[in-house]
């Protein structure tokens, strides 16, 4: 009963369009005043308490790093690094897209930035080159949703203080899912450029791949900086985020210049925005956990799933079902800290391994950044390519059935997520 309350008020407040912190907020509150004697002085408490954690600096961290390379040309010389690279293959601008969002999704941990970023160049250059504008969204849009995958990731950033895991082990989980993604992307994408007859780049020599990556080795570096230091014990998760700041700081003014002082108090403005935005998403999702649990409520539903002999592989049909649709409605870090302070007691009292748990998790939200009607891959594309919302949904589906495909390996074949960190001792 009193978990019905809890979730008929959410589900309430949500539906009448009020934004996913503040129906949090409302629902403790309401239920704290209305149905329970929990004094308010441990709401407050809890409010301080739950957003002191340090791990949770790497969040506004990592999101002024990802504006620093959007605002600076970082993109624009991973795209030509990509091009000499795959630019010669069937469907080449489209391939290079997929490469590009995978190299920018490892130095911005935005799936967002990674789509304005690479679709503002190479969707106008793919209908230039004679592509189809709906291939060039579904690639863009696709493909960006990499950077919720490849570390650095603020969605695993969100898992890792909801869940008390490894952010480190997290991020190590998330490079080989990353890459063989990319791969099962760039696959379907040569196969539908292949089916179409697409337009393929003339192939580039080695001497200009290598002047390509001389230019893009700064931006490079920073995927070194961040997970270089973070596997050797140089930087925790939360100083390497630190160090990614100033150094995307550094090559955007100093290095490559496309970045002039005067815009950085801009780029400084949009970051505190965006921080203060996941930080207040966060604070009332430390409250709707807080009473959760002193209603013991993921308690309850574990050992209700445990009596109903679900077992493992029911129980992860399900979360996937559960989170396939949350994500095709909520922003990715909304779900997270609503549903992992109920799932995860359960999977861990099913044995499941909470950093393939969580990669697992990762793989949902970056499907649901790509499904109608609130995937914000879609909106954004939609943006830069002008196109329709509907019309940029049906241009993804190639790549939507490609992601469903690598979501039922990552689920199963846990191996996947946790051979790395294992090997590398973080886990």
Known sequence: ?????????????????????????????????????VPLESVALKLFTGIEKFEIMAIPFFVLAGNFLTHGGVARRMIDFASCMVGHLRGGLGMSSVFA???????????????????????????????????????????????????????????????????????????????????????TTWWVARKGNYPREPKRSWREAWTAFRRAIWGLLLI????????????????AAAMSAVYAFFIAVFVYKDLKIRDVPKVLLNSANM?????????????????????????????WIMDSGMGVIGFLIAVNILLLVLGSFMEPSSVILITAPILFPIAMKLGIDPIHFGIMITVNMEIGMITPPVGLNLYVTSGIAKMGLTATAKAVWPWLVTMFVFLILITYVPIISTWLPTTLGMM
Not at 224 to 239: K, Q, W
Not at 277 to 303: C, D, H, K, R, W
């Open 1 to 37: 009963m009193t978990a019905a309350i809890i979730f008929i008020l959410l589900a309430g407040l949500m539906l009448v369009g009020m934004p996913v912190s503040i129906a949090l907020g409302l629902t403790v509150l309401t239920f704290l005043f209305g149905f329970t004697n």
């Open 224 to 239: 070194v900086v961040v997970m270089g230091g973070i596997y050797s014990g140089m930087f925790t998760p939360t100083e």
């Open 101 to 187: 969002c995978a190299l920018f999704a490892a130095v911005s941990g935005s799936s967002p930035a990674t789509v304005v970023a690479i679709g503002s160049i190479m969707i106008p250059a793919m209908m230039k080159a004679g592509y189809p504008k709906p291939f060039g969204a579904g690639v863009v849009a696709s493909a960006g949703g990499l950077g919720v995958l490849i570390p650095p990731s603020i969605v695993m950033v969100m898992y890792a203080v909801s869940t008390n895991s490894s952010i480190g082990a997290l991020f190590m989980a998330g490079v080989i899912p990353g890459l063989l993604c990319a791969f099962m992307l760039g696959f």
């Open 275 to 303: 921080s203060a935005m996941l930080l207040y998403i966060i604070t009332n999702a430390v409250l709707f956990s807080f009473i959760l649990t002193n209603e013991q409520i993921p308690q309850g539903i574990a050992q």
